[in-house]
T-cell receptor, first 119, second 112 residues
Framework: GAVVSQHPSRVICKSGTSVKIECRSL??????MFWYRQFPKQSLMLMAT?????????EQGVEKDKFLINHASLTLSTLTVTSAHPEDSSFYIC???????????????FGEGSRLTVL | QKEVEQDPGPLSVPEGAIVSLNCTYS??????FMWYRQYSRKGPELLMY????GNKEDGRFTAQVDKSSKYISLFIRDSQPSDSATYLC????????????FGAGTILRVKS
């Protein structure tokens, strides 16, 4: 299957700082990327849909000024958690679709996830 | 009512057993059905992908979709301890674009 790389896999930061997480599609061009949040023992919660070259579409209840998403190229999307607080601590996962990876079929490939801990 | 219902388990089975994992859903517009496996602290890994109704087999894994009953299943034959993970069903359709609707995930434990 297609490969999606996510970095960093783990990050610890102080409250009030900003953290950037990168999501890259390594062997295909991802016209659409998705960002999810997952709490322990719970399923994935979609935060936003990111389309290359346009603004992200956020799900209801997700603060767009808190979670900045940039999808500047067909292989890279970034999620920046601004002014992070302990309640932002979670497992953040990106996924990508598009091109040979399965455009318009619902077939998504996921990154390895990034565990954020805010002290 | 959730769009996708999945028993969170945990489901414990002995090594070699046949495992049956299931999801039900309410929206008949779903057309694409997927099963993902997620190991602890890792991202989900696509196991099976099915379009519309029918069966699909890949090695020890068989996915079944029954759209008339709004019911999907994943069977794992000859289960191994390495199959221990959380299994997430997911589905999508034209009205969802490429968004997936996930089940809660079932924790599977295969004991040697």
């Amino acid at each position: 299957g297609a490969v999606v790389s996510q970095h960093p896999s783990r990050v610890i930061c102080k409250s009030g700082t900003s953290v950037k997480i990168e999501c890259r599609s390594l062997d295909f061009q991802a016209t659409t990327m998705f960002w999810y949040r997952q709490f322990p023992k719970q399923s994935l919660m979609l935060m936003a849909t990111s389309n290359e070259g346009s603004k992200a579409t956020y799900e209801q209840g997700v603060e767009k000024d808190k979670f900045l998403i940039n999808h500047a190229s067909l292989t890279l999307s970034t999620l920046t958690v601004t002014s992070a607080h302990p309640e932002d601590s979670s497992f953040y996962i990106c996924s990508a679709s598009g091109g040979l990876a399965g455009a318009n079929t619902g077939e998504l490939f996921f990154g390895e996830g990034s565990r954020l801990t805010v002290l | 009512q959730k769009e996708v219902e999945q028993d969170p388990g945990p489901l414990s089975v002995p090594e070699g057993a046949i495992v049956s994992l299931n999801c039900t859903y309410s929206n008949s517009a779903f057309q694409y059905f997927m099963w993902y496996r997620q190991y602890s602290r890792k991202g989900p890994e696509l196991l099976m992908y099915t379009y519309s109704s029918g069966n699909k087999e890949d090695g020890r894994f068989t996915a079944q979709v029954d759209k008339s009953s709004k019911y999907i299943s994943l069977f794992i034959r000859d289960s191994q301890p390495s199959d221990s993970a959380t299994y997430l069903c997911a589905m999508s359709g034209a009205e969802y674009g490429n968004k997936l609707v996930f089940g809660a995930g079932t924790i599977l434990r295969v004991k040697s």
